[in-house]
């Protein structure tokens, strides 16, 4: 698959003031391998006081937390989206994002970039942030 450049990004001071502003994150993709990037991103966000809600097809808690299948199938509100998936599975997450309507925030870890989806939760209202490392760039802002 080739990679896309990301036409559309936040700004490092945006990406500071997400951070700065959301409280309950949905890991989408989050593994229940600790040795995989999204249980060590999870884990560090989780450590550094925002609340993480885990989505993934199997397990029923992973980092103590309870296991949601999807999206739409988590009962409270949620501030952002941080995507483990591959790029082409960002379209239906950038619709399930607005069909929540209370997503603020689509944020596409590093190596992953879809701009068509990207433009979407955009489109909708959503702060958009595409091939950034949500961990290293909260230890940039808190050293």
């Given at each position: 698959?080739?990679?896309?450049?990301?036409?559309?990004?936040?700004?490092?001071?945006?990406?500071?003031?997400?951070?700065?502003?959301?409280?309950?994150?949905?890991?989408?993709?989050?593994?229940?391998?600790?040795?995989?990037?999204?249980?060590?991103?999870?884990?560090?966000?989780?450590?550094?006081?925002?609340?993480?809600?885990?989505?993934?097809?199997?397990?029923?808690?992973?980092?103590?937390?309870?296991?949601?299948?999807?999206?739409?199938?988590?009962?409270?509100?949620?501030?952002?989206?941080?995507?483990?998936?591959?790029?082409?599975a960002l379209d239906s997450i950038?619709?399930?994002?607005?069909?929540?309507?209370?997503?603020?925030?689509?944020?596409?870890?590093?190596?992953?970039?879809?701009n068509e989806a990207a433009e979407?939760?955009?489109?909708?209202?959503?702060?958009?942030?595409?091939?950034?490392?949500?961990?290293?760039?909260h230890r940039l802002i808190h050293?």
């Amino acid at each position: 698959m080739e990679c896309e450049f990301p036409t559309v990004n936040a700004t490092d001071n945006e990406i500071k003031m997400i951070l700065e502003k959301v409280k309950t994150i949905a890991v989408l993709g989050l593994s229940p391998d600790s040795s995989k990037d999204s249980y060590r991103v999870a884990e560090y966000l989780k450590n550094a006081g925002y609340t993480i809600i885990p989505v993934y097809p199997k397990e029923e808690t992973i980092l103590g937390e309870k296991v949601y299948r999807s999206l739409a199938e988590i009962p409270y509100a949620v501030d952002m989206v941080n995507i483990f998936r591959k790029p082409d599975a960002l379209d239906s997450i950038a619709d399930a994002c607005i069909a929540r309507g209370d997503v603020k925030v689509f944020w596409a870890q590093k190596g992953i970039v879809n701009n068509e989806a990207a433009e979407k939760a955009r489109s909708a209202g959503m702060d958009v942030v595409q091939n950034h490392c949500s961990m290293v760039e909260h230890r940039l802002i808190h050293g």
